[in-house]
């Protein structure tokens, strides 16, 4: 059974920085194309950033570009997402999800940024 | 980038009756469009890819269609679990991988 599971959400000040992580299991993690979903409370979901099986392909949303880094550790069957200058807009629940179309979610983890 | 718009914003039906969703996108994605419902507090699922697949384990009540820029999601017969929110999503335009805003239905 395909699992993933998010942590390392929480509140956060303005300008900060954040890692969140997902870790894979009962699937070929080195096999697969990774990504990252938000959903703001109440709000619909933005894809915010993929990463192919080797690394070699990386793709972020425009709006989140030269802020977020996405990285993986196929030795560790883990999903990074690297978050600089955390703005109030970037509090949502952070979703990894596999493949492309997205066959699995986590079930998410919240940042929440805020004074 | 594509956009995607999805309508209508609400759909309130009663459960038994046929749901009609559409989505159109800004430019042509192919057939690269998949369908997921979301329930409140949990993530969401897929259940439609390449416009027409359905996903493991989904009911032959939901069926996908179109290609191009217009498509549609049907649920033949609604049932309690479906009143949901549904997003569409296209993979036509690699790593830019955007969704719908999304089509709320709930029951009258």
């Known amino acids: 059974e395909v699992q993933l599971v998010e942590s390392g959400g929480g509140l956060v000040q303005p300008g900060r920085s954040l890692r969140l992580s997902c870790e894979a299991s009962g699937f070929s993690f080195n096999d697969y194309t990774m990504h990252w979903v938000r959903q703001a409370p109440g709000k619909g979901l933005e894809w915010v950033s993929g990463i192919s099986w080797n690394s070699g392909s990386i793709g972020y949303a425009d709006s989140v570009k030269g802020r977020f880094i996405i990285s993986r550790d196929n030795a560790k069957n883990s999903l990074y997402l690297h978050i600089n200058s955390l703005k109030v807009e970037d509090t949502a629940f952070y979703y990894c999800?596999?493949?492309?179309?997205?066959?699995?979610w986590g079930q998410g983890t919240l940042v929440t940024v805020s004074s | 980038e594509i956009v995607l718009t999805q309508s209508p914003a609400t759909l309130s039906l009663s459960p038994g009756e046929r749901a009609t969703l559409s989505c159109r996108a800004s430019?042509?994605?192919?057939?690269?469009l998949a369908w997921y419902q979301q329930k409140p507090g949990q993530a969401p699922r897929l259940l439609i890819y390449?416009?027409?697949n359905r996903a493991t384990g989904i009911p032959a009540r939901f069926s996908g269609s179109g290609s191009g820029t217009d498509f549609t999601l049907t649920i033949s017969n609604l049932e309690p679990e479906d009143f949901a929110v549904y997003y569409c999503q296209q993979r036509s335009d690699w790593f830019k991988f955007t969704f719908g805003p999304g089509t709320k239905v709930d029951i009258k």
């Open positions: 999800a596999k493949d492309i179309p997205l066959d699995s």
């Open positions: 390449d416009a027409s």
């Open positions: 430019r042509s994605v192919n057939d690269y």
